[in-house]
């Protein structure tokens, strides 16, 4: 019997990109909130005997969590062998330490309670940064996919000699093996974040650039002001609109907007987030993944 994919909702489009890429069927369901505002969850398509993953990505992840991991108890108790996660982007994984005394590690404690629902977990680039693995957090077995090779071939065709310049040195995981494959140059700055919205990153030492554009490549834009710090930094040294690139295209509230409004030349996201901005194509490099966990 095939394998089955549920979509949440949502994540048709996706579910939808990795049909093109392997054969399963596509898992009915029903998700809904009562006038109470509690979820009822349904599992619409007999799933007994089958292995079945639900494709759900996590971005403003309280609203989808609990319809989620309910629904992974429907599959399972409706008789299913397996029931996977595949969560393009992954959330909470930014908040991998105790910043302040009476905080918790939120990382932890929803890696804790996916484990607890599902059998496994394909997602994209997450962010480790404090936290190396994730079998660190998680005790289910995952894979990630990466971006990296999107990425550089959307530089490779669409921007003409790219200088690819990673805000902070988180970032440098991403932006090295992204210049390598597109065999172009890079830089990392070093980012300060005082709070939320307050960020400072450091002045590029861009000289020997001067005839390159600017790339700004960075996992996850969220409020965007690290990449509007930069941009403001490479406008202000002369350099062309940079292009910003996103793995994870949060874009918290105004923050697209404010990101254009800052100067950047173009805006570019892979598609783990549903986003006006997507403009690369992971579905491929997500159904590798997701078919290590399926007979
Ligand atoms: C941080 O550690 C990440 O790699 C990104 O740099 C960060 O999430 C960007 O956040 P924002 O868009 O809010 O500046």
Not at 23 to 43: C, N, Y
Not at 230 to 241: N, P, Y
Not at 254 to 282: K, M, Y
Request: aromatic content about 6%; hydrophobic content about 45%; overall charge negative.
């Amino acid at each position: 019997m095939k394998p089955v994919g549920t979509a949440m909702p949502g994540n048709e489009r996706l579910t939808d990109d990795l049909a093109a890429h392997f054969d399963f069927d596509r898992g009915l369901a029903t998700v809904r909130r009562f006038p109470d505002g509690e979820s009822h969850v349904r599992a619409e398509t007999s799933v007994e005997g089958r292995h079945v993953f639900i494709v759900c990505t996590l971005d403003r992840p309280d609203d989808k969590l609990v319809p989620l991991l309910l629904l992974a108890c429907a599959i399972r108790e409706a008789g299913a062998v397996s029931v996977g996660l595949v969560a393009p982007y992954l959330a909470y994984m930014r908040q991998d330490r105790q910043f302040h005394a009476g905080e918790t590690i939120s990382a932890q404690h929803v890696a804790a309670w996916i484990s607890r629902h599902v059998d496994w977990l394909v997602t994209v680039d997450p962010h480790l940064h404090r936290i190396a693995d994730l079998s660190q957090v998680y005790s289910i077995p995952s894979r990630v996919a990466h971006a990296a090779d999107g990425v550089a071939s959307w530089v490779r065709l669409n921007v003409s000699q790219p200088l690819l310049i990673g805000p902070d040195e988180e970032s440098a995981q991403w932006v090295r093996d992204v210049a390598q494959r597109a065999e172009v140059p890079f830089i990392i700055l070093a980012k300060t974040r005082r709070g939320d919205r307050d960020v400072e990153v450091s002045v590029p030492e861009v000289d020997r650039w001067r005839s390159h554009t600017p790339v700004l490549v960075d996992d996850i834009v969220s409020t965007a002001r690290t990449m509007i710090e930069t941009v403001g930094h490479l406008r202000r040294i002369g350099l062309a609109a940079p292009v910003c690139v996103a793995v994870h295209a949060v874009f918290a509230q105004t923050a697209f907007e404010d990101l254009h409004a800052a100067g950047a030349a173009d805006i570019v996201s892979c598609d783990t987030i549903s986003h006006p901005s997507n403009r690369i194509a992971l579905a491929s490099a997500i159904a590798a993944s997701v078919r290590e966990f399926l007979p």
